[in-house]
């Protein structure tokens, strides 16, 4: 009989690099108190992410490990989520976590996106599962509330953002899978002006629960007549109860729970398959009304790339608790001698965190959870500072680099945080692949990080086939002299020149591929695009991250040459120094190696025959 599962908090985090990262390195402090963040300051800001803190390990976090053993159930055609995840609900929006970044005539306290971000990292670090619920209901009404008529953002904003009703996205249709335009979903005009929604949608993420008294579902459908493929879609608002003006619940809307999937992780969390309209009996209505028939595809890409900020998110914030725990378990673990003392039978046991493939380990995820964190506040911090753009070619520098480091941060972020959480694994020996330890349930939950939302090779040919011709390829060119000038600047370093050098190298390498890429384009060598995209948004990635970290390692080394011995920043700011010494030597010199790989044009993979990968 297998031991019960203990209701324990295991999520840790790092508050103190969150406040390096908004206060030192991207200065999000200079934004507070001033137009739309008037109502912030720092210790405003400090205040609430150790409060959320404190939260996540006491009400989200404790119920992780047990959600993940219990899953949820499907009873009488509703879903039952885990034991606790009401309570927890409640608990969620009373708090105001839900609710920090959101605006305040919705309802929220209108925190910069930066602050946002880093508790959303908290709570979905805590319980990916759980958080997911309200995750998707955000992200439904933050379309509602930039495309909806006033009437829609009325009845449905203040009630998602606030927990009232859940919302969804449903994409994805069994025949289909990522090809989104071949949906077979149908919406059919009726006399009153609604329409009648009738198909099947697949891995819908929180597709029912019991946690609202409501769930809106935003479905992608196709009215009769219109076009074929992704042109032809239209975004339904489509509730699971029928509603009236005033909020006043209903009949229920035809919208059944076929089944729940069984998965490898993310337990808590239901994913749905949902039948729209098998009893005819399906209502829903535009999103903006009848004016938007057939942009549905435009309306669900503002919910789309939210939702993917928030899954490279949800990577970086299971990948933190579970080097955070790897790190604490090499403290406290004793096995083995010092290499010192390798050929002494009799030498005491150590902590295996003195033996240097341990060490190694960590340093590896301490730079990759560092370096990624510090790419996903750069990209937020591209947005905050959008609010206050001079000019119009300020506002374009910046939404710029927030569309060419979306793809980065949820395909680079999600893949490292598999990385990092196999990598804890390691770290424990066989204790860490038991459910004693929290590690095996975080590379379980966050295995589907890279696959949903978009997998990452399709985030790797939207980079390439999208973001980087963007505005002529402006925005890649001010990506590349951004690093460029960083590279003028600090290539003499002292510590960190030899580094930074190599970043100058690695940059110059990455605009040759970005020229190969073009050149493919242009000459119709269209088959190698898809063979190297994946490489080009890991190299690009790479580059990014050795960037951030290398920032990171000027500034600490900076602020070293004034702290007094003993004091907690020395440790903080020369661990800075290390994780940017040791990824810019580790993992940038495989950068320019895929650059050589593209520039050889290997095209094994499209030349070797089917019947050549197995004779079985």
Request: with cysteine; proline share 3%.
């Amino acid at each position: 009989m297998s031991k019960p599962i203990q209701a324990i908090n295991r999520y840790k985090a790092d508050l103190r690099d969150f406040q390096f990262l908004l206060f030192e390195q991207f200065k999000v402090g200079e934004l507070l108190g001033k137009g739309v963040f008037e109502a912030w300051d720092a210790e405003q800001v400090n205040v609430s992410l150790a409060e959320c803190y404190r939260w996540t390990r006491e009400v989200a976090g404790p119920l992780n490990a047990p959600a993940d053993a219990e899953g949820c159930k499907l009873v009488d055609g509703r879903v039952i989520t885990p034991k606790g995840f009401k309570e927890a609900w409640k608990s969620l929006y009373e708090a105001g976590w839900k609710s920090i970044g959101i605006a305040p005539e919705h309802g929220g306290a209108g925190s910069p996106v930066s602050v946002q971000i880093l508790v959303e990292e908290m709570l979905s670090g805590a319980n990916t599962a759980f958080n997911m619920y309200s995750g998707l209901a955000f992200g439904a009404s933050e379309v509602i509330a930039s495309f909806g008529t006033t009437d829609q953002q009325h009845l449905y904003c203040a009630r998602m953002f606030g927990g009232e009703w859940g919302g969804t996205m449903c994409l994805t249709e069994p025949h289909a899978g990522s090809d989104v335009g071949s949906a077979k979903t149908t919406a059919r005009l009726n006399a009153d002006g609604t329409y009648s929604i009738k198909g099947t949608k697949i891995y819908i993420s929180g597709g029912d629960h019991d946690l609202a008294s409501n769930v809106i579902h935003l479905v992608l459908a196709r009215v009769d007549g219109a076009p074929a493929g992704t042109k032809g879609l239209t975004l339904f608002i489509v509730p699971r109860v029928r509603t009236s003006g005033d909020g006043t619940l209903g009949a229920d809307n035809d919208v059944t729970v076929a089944a729940l999937e069984h998965k490898m992780g993310i337990n808590g969390s239901a994913t749905c398959v949902l039948n729209f309209g098998d009893n005819d009996a399906c209502i829903g209505v535009p999103v903006g009304g009848d004016s938007e028939l057939n942009k549905g595809m435009p309306q669900m890409f503002k919910m789309m790339n939210g939702a993917r900020i928030a899954v490279g998110v949800q990577g970086i914030g299971v990948a933190s608790s579970a080097y955070l725990n790897a790190l604490e378990y090499a403290r406290d673990r004793k096995q083995g001698a010092s290499i010192t003392h390798w050929k002494d039978a009799t030498a005491p046991r150590v902590s295996i965190i003195e033996h240097a493939d341990v060490r190694r380990m960590l340093l590896d995820m301490k730079s990759r959870v560092e370096g990624i964190r510090a790419l996903v506040v750069k990209l937020t911090s591209h947005i905050d500072r959008l609010t206050f753009a001079k000019d119009d070619a300020e506002a374009a520098y910046h939404q710029g680099q927030v569309d060419l480091l979306v793809p980065l941060v949820k395909a680079y972020g999600t893949d490292q945080a598999f990385r990092v959480c196999e990598t804890a694994i390691q770290t424990y020996g066989g204790a860490g692949y038991t459910r004693d330890y929290p590690v095996e349930q975080y590379c379980r939950d966050c295995k589907i990080f890279s696959i949903y939302e978009g997998t990452n090779h399709i985030q790797a040919m939207d980079l390439v086939g999208r973001k980087l011709g963007q505005a002529g390829g402006a925005n890649l060119q001010a990506f590349l002299g951004d690093i460029a000038k960083f590279v003028a600047a600090h290539k003499d370093h002292a510590k960190l020149g030899a580094s930074v050098r190599a970043l100058g190298g690695a940059q110059e390498a990455l605009g040759g591929s970005a020229l190969k890429l073009l050149m493919w384009f242009q000459t119709g060598n269209m088959a190698a695009v898809p063979l190297y995209a994946t490489r080009f948004l890991e190299m690009m990635s790479e580059i990014a991250v050795a960037w951030m970290l290398l920032d990171a390692a000027i500034i600490a080394d900076t602020k070293l040459q004034t702290v007094e011995p003993g004091h907690p920043d020395k440790a903080f700011y020369e661990g800075k120094l290390f994780s940017a010494m040791y990824y810019a030597r580790s993992v940038l010199p495989a950068a320019e190696l895929k650059a050589r790989q593209m520039n050889d044009e290997d095209k094994s993979p499209l030349e070797i025959s089917d019947a050549a990968f197995a004779t079985v």
